[in-house]
């Protein structure tokens, strides 16, 4: 019960700095700052559904997590490091070839991981895991 209040109080906390920075500048927006924007409203998105998804379980009497669970938060958390590596590395291509300020870049590359991270748990929640 407590791990799905720190859920909400983290997206809170999430939303609350990116909207003091979305109002605080918001007629300097470029379109990649929008971008970041929407992305970062899709990742408390997954976080509020997936807290709404442990409280409800919790309602239920199961249990918050259990051993499959567990295996399936530790394969998304290696296969998204594995997908992050390459991303970081067209990253890098990308900043050679393009002119991006290394905070841009930075931004771009911590986003990324947080979607591929989602994107794995999603797959992996519903498509399943095999017993090795």
């Known amino acids: ?11 809170g906390l999430v939303l609350i700095s990116a909207g003091l920075w979305f109002f605080t ?3 300097k927006f470029s379109p990649v700052d929008l971008l970041q924007f929407g992305v970062i409203l899709l990742i ?3 976080a509020i559904f997936v807290g709404f ?3 409800s ?31 970081w590395v067209f ?7 393009v002119k991006i300020d290394s905070e841009e870049l930075l931004g771009f590359g911590i986003l990324a991981m947080a979607v591929t991270f989602g994107i ?6 519903f498509k399943g895991i095999k017993n090795d």
């Open 1 to 11: 019960m407590k791990k799905s209040l720190i859920v909400f109080i983290v997206s």
């Open 25 to 27: 500048s918001a007629n």
């Open 44 to 46: 408390v998105g997954f």
């Open 53 to 55: 998804k442990r409280l």
């Open 57 to 87: 379980n919790v309602k239920r009497g199961e249990p918050v997590e259990d051993e499959l669970s567990r295996k399936i938060l530790q394969k998304t958390a290696a296969t998204s490091y594995y997908v992050s590596l390459y991303i």
């Open 91 to 97: 990253l890098i291509f990308l900043k050679d070839r």
């Open 120 to 125: 794995s748990w999603l797959i992996l929640n």
